[in-house]
């Protein structure tokens, strides 16, 4: 067993409300490899006394449970990260059946970066949404951490009709995802910095860039199941596709933050529209072209998305101090 029997006291010891009806099922995630990789991820990082956002004690379940999905809560003392196993194998199972049939034009854009065996490119593509999910949750240990209250931040990615708009539990996950992203593309730097000097080309970042890019469509699009119906001022949780707007903001802004340090300028028209190749290709379904949704929706609701992130957000959350975006080291 991965980890100690008080991990998982602390977990069937929670409120019912917490709960769902679940199968805590170690051996089925040790014989699992990505999913397995993802774990000893989540203990080295959250572990590692170089961050200076360590969190003790800090507690992490991965379950079996036929939804999606992923929590983080303050319990008795203890940061609590719940992740189901599907999450993992929704992603992994699309990423492998769609590079079984790779377009051309996909096949040339990856081709610029000449990946490793033990970092192929759908490794890289899995382990960027994985990467996201991680410090997305991290992100809500941290605000519970500031904010000193016993709640708990689920990810409801499939929203059932008639909750009504919770603005701070909106501004609580645009600053978890905003968090994720800035991390995640740290992560693309690393992988591109761990390159051989020869192979450490502009091409190659950006191919990083673009994958990094795709991996938050398939994300989404995934826990979603598909795209959900337009709305802003609803929920408890941004529409999915709102989200992955501000997500690409995010991650074209910090990248170019990155220019002066690496010594070239990242095109990042050509970046985008790699990635949305590509996701033209991992994103279609039986139900038709997942990247058409996405296209069209963004197309009639821009002026929308806008005003929801800068005109009703953003100048929120600048007055909620318990946020990753306000407590910056």
């Keep these: 067993m991965p980890?100690?029997?008080?991990?998982?006291?602390?977990?069937?010891?929670?409120?019912?409300?917490?709960?769902?009806?679940?199968?805590?099922?170690?051996?089925?995630?040790?014989?699992?490899i990505p999913t397995k990789m993802y774990a000893d991820f989540v203990k080295m990082n959250v572990d590692n006394p170089e961050r200076a956002e360590k969190i003790q004690p800090?507690?992490?379940?991965?379950?079996?449970?036929?939804?999606a999905n992923a929590w983080a809560w303050l319990h008795e003392g203890n940061y609590v990260m719940c992740i189901h196993l599907s999450l993992f194998k929704v992603i992994e199972q699309r990423v492998k059946e769609k590079l079984q049939a790779l377009p051309a034009e996909s096949r040339a854009i990856i081709s610029r970066c000449q990946f490793t065996n033990e970092e192929p490119a759908d490794y890289l593509i899995y382990q960027f949404a994985t990467i996201f999910t991680f410090y997305h949750e991290f992100a809500h240990l941290l605000q519970s951490k500031r904010e000193e209250q016993n709640a708990a931040h689920f990810e409801r990615y499939?929203?059932?009709?008639?909750?009504?708009?919770?603005?701070?539990?909106?501004?609580?996950?645009?600053?978890?995802?905003?968090?994720?992203?800035?991390?995640?593309?740290?992560?693309?730097?690393?992988y591109w910095n761990a390159l051989p000097e020869k192979r450490r080309t502009k091409e190659a970042l950006e191919v990083l860039m673009s994958l990094c890019i795709l991996s938050s469509f398939i994300l989404f699009f995934e826990l979603s199941d598909g795209w959900q119906e337009w709305y802003t001022l609803d929920h408890d949780h941004p529409n999915s596709l709102i989200r992955v707007c501000y997500i690409h903001d995010v991650l074209y802004q910090t990248s170019k933050a990155n220019e002066s340090k690496i010594g070239f300028e990242i095109d990042s028209k050509s970046v985008l529209d790699d990635a949305l190749l590509m996701a033209d290709h991992f994103l279609a379904n039986a139900e038709?072209?997942?990247?058409?949704?996405?296209?069209?929706?963004?197309?009639?609701?821009?002026?929308?998305i806008q005003k929801y992130i800068n005109g009703e957000m953003f100048p929120f959350m600048d007055?909620?101090?318990f946020l990753n975006c306000n407590n910056r080291t």
């Design 58 to 67: 800090f507690e992490l379940f991965l379950l079996t449970h036929p939804e």
């Design 158 to 190: 499939n929203l059932a009709k008639g909750p009504q708009f919770d603005k701070l539990a909106h501004a609580m996950e645009i600053d978890a995802d905003i968090f994720a992203a800035e991390h995640m593309n740290a992560h693309v730097f690393q």
């Design 3 to 32: 980890f100690a029997r008080e991990f998982i006291d602390v977990l069937l010891a929670a409120d019912d409300s917490y709960k769902e009806e679940m199968i805590l099922d170690y051996t089925e995630m040790e014989l699992h």
């Design 319 to 321: 007055n909620v101090q």
């Design 288 to 304: 038709g072209r997942g990247l058409d949704s996405f296209v069209n929706v963004f197309s009639n609701h821009s002026a929308e």
